[in-house]
């Protein structure tokens, strides 16, 4: 029988039992199974019971010697406890009769390392002086390398030196020794930067490093690449005048980024650990792009000037200065996101390179008004609706042309969104506002010859009526479709918010930004409708003056009637004792009672 079970913390008594009997069937079988089983139970508590009387007994039986060991222990701890203080008392009286000796000794130690420190200053400044005198005659055989490690000696002497009275001399005296070395050293080291020599760069980057001097090292290196870079740009620039300047520029951000990876798998090779990449090639490329001539600017200025229509233009010069920037940024921080949000949420402010990458968009966004404006203008030229000779052709023609206008300007909100994230929303909204102040010349047109045909004798006011309801519906659709353009306006703000932030650090200058954020209040305070105000003031106007003409046409035959009949009735005093019958209707008074019968009947 299988007693492990009872042992288990889990242990239960039913599902024992039932475990056990679940092979057996007959219940005859069961009633003898169960038997043996507690037979074999009473067995084994037998044997459970005799193994612990037998482990008492052997328990009880050994506790007299397990005390008498015990209380040995006791007493030798003690003992050692009281060799342990003697000893400590010993060490002190030690320490106290040796105090003196010990600090005597320091004290010669002492003056024994003080000469051997002289000792090795004599014989570094004998040294120093040997040295100079040689250097002069190693420097004319002009061999870099042998220069280069007696000015390692030097140097090296020259640290033991650091209490002599001329030391600040004797350092002076090297540094000067060091830059004649590099003088001499640097056309080769150009040369071997220009071409790659990796055994020859290997070299120089050794003789540097162990003079101390590896930054001018990195310093040359920067200039040979930045020298390398501009000239291709150029020679890109003057081969690229019969190209458009979306191909030239992307020909020289193809180039930066071939020459980036370049770049870091030979720097890689090149320099030691302790050397940075990413920090050696962004100040490279920061070198690089303040350093062009003709730089980017002037090919984006150029490329807008030969453009009938300049912004596709412009959305094209941005898309590559982003994909040049996410490139150049996933090359040197390979693993690291562009985006520069902290952790916090906080926008962080975009790097130099970054800056330097967008810098030649920056002119053009801030003249983006201008550029939207005049792209804008032609499709509205387009409309000839105001050529029209008969004055309800014009109005009838105002609905299909602000159909079109304002599918122009939604258009422009696409184009601003696209091209800056909204940062330059407020240039979008003054050029709309000049762009419906010339569409509102045609209002304006048609207004006044409503107006000179109401004050037409000739003309029938009943002609006119349709007319002005009309043009009314044509101002009241454009004071609608404004309202739906300034929703769209603050929706589109608030979907670009997580990223306008960064586009603003790129491209606005700090009244452009400051302009841009009392825009942002403006909308958190619910005031969309103001974004056209002018406009809208202009249309309303209009609309009053327009309203008042269908008043007085509509009225015009009642106020004819009411011209022409005579002064209405007052009281006599002759008449005051005549009664009611007496007095017969005027005529004012049945024709009034005409039109508003007429009303009724109609």
């Given amino acids: 029988m299988d007693i492990s079970a009872f042992s288990s913390d889990n242990f239960d008594v039913k599902t024992w039992i039932n475990e056990s009997l679940k092979n057996v069937k007959d219940q005859e079988n069961k009633s003898v199974y169960v ?59 030690v320490e106290k009769n040796t105090r003196a000796s010990m600090a005597s000794l320091e004290r010669i130690d002492k003056i024994k390392s003080e000469l051997l420190s002289a000792k090795q200053s004599l014989h570094e400044a004998d040294n120093w002086t040997l040295m100079t005198t040689d250097i002069e005659e190693i420097f004319e055989q002009g061999d870099i390398e042998v220069v280069a490690n007696k000015i390692v000696s030097m140097q090296q002497c020259l640290s033991v030196l650091t209490h002599a009275p001329d030391f600040e001399d004797k350092r002076l005296q090297l540094e000067t020794l060091k830059n004649r070395l590099e003088a001499i050293a640097s056309p080769q080291l150009v040369q071997a930067f220009t071409s790659k020599h990796m055994e020859e760069a290997h070299k120089f980057v050794r003789i540097f490093s162990s003079m101390e001097r590896l930054p001018q090292l990195l310093s040359y290196y920067d200039k040979c690449q930045k020298g390398v870079y501009c000239q291709e740009v150029k020679r890109l620039i003057e081969n690229g005048e019969d190209l458009s300047g979306e191909t030239v520029l992307k020909q020289i951000y193809e180039y930066l980024l071939t020459e980036c990876q370049t770049q870091m798998k030979w720097c890689t090779q090149l320099l030691p650990d302790s050397i940075g990449l990413e920090t050696l090639l962004t100040d490279l490329y920061i070198d690089v792009l303040e350093s062009l001539n003709p730089d980017i600017g002037n090919i984006i200025s150029t490329a807008l000037r030969e453009q009938v229509e300049p912004i596709p233009v412009l959305l094209e010069m941005q898309r590559l200065g982003f994909k040049f920037d996410t490139d150049l940024h996933a090359m040197m921080y390979p693993g690291k996101q562009l985006q520069n949000d902290g952790d916090s949420g906080v926008l962080l402010p975009p790097s130099r390179l970054r800056l330097l990458i967008h810098a030649p968009l920056s002119p053009h966004l801030s003249n983006y008004g201008h550029l939207q404006y005049s792209s804008m203008l032609p499709q509205l030229h387009k409309q000839e609706d105001v050529t029209r000779d008969d004055v309800m052709d014009q109005v009838d023609g105002l609905t299909h042309s602000t159909d079109v206008v304002f599918k122009i300007m939604t258009e422009a909100v696409d184009t601003c969104f696209k091209l800056s994230r909204g940062c330059v929303v407020t240039q979008l909204i003054e050029t709309c506002n000049k762009f419906l102040l010339d569409y509102l010349q045609r209002f304006s047109s048609i207004s006044k010859q409503i107006s000179s045909k109401h004050n037409d004798t000739d ?23 404004m309202f739906v353009w300034s929703n769209i306006i603050a929706d589109r703000v608030n979907e670009n918010r997580p990223r306008v932030g960064e586009y603003g650090a790129l491209y606005l200058s700090k009244e452009e930004t400051r302009t841009f954020h009392s825009f942002l209040l403006m909308l958190e305070q619910g005031d969309e409708h103001q974004l056209l105000p002018t406009i809208a003031a202009k249309v309303e106007k209009m609309c009053k003056s327009i309203h008042q003409i269908t008043y007085e046409v509509i009225f015009n035959p009642i106020s004819s009637y009411i011209n022409k009949t005579q002064s209405s009735w007052t009281q006599n005093p002759q008449r005051s004792n005549l009664p009611d019958y007496s007095f017969t209707p005027q005529e004012y008074v049945t024709q009034g009672l005409s039109l508003l019968r007429l009303a009724s009947i109609s």
Avoid: T
């Fill in 35 to 93: 038997g043996n089983m507690v037979k074999k139970l009473q067995l084994y508590v037998q044997q459970v019971n005799s193994g612990l009387e037998d482990m008492s007994e052997q328990v009880v039986s050994s506790l007299p010697r397990i005390m008498r060991d015990a209380n040995v222990l006791s007493q030798e701890a003690e003992m050692l406890q009281q060799k342990m203080a003697a000893v400590k008392q010993e060490i002190i009286d």
């Fill in 459 to 481: 003309v029938d006011p009943w002609h006119l009526f349709p007319l002005c309801l009309a043009f009314l519906q044509a101002q009241g659709d454009l004071l609608h479709r």
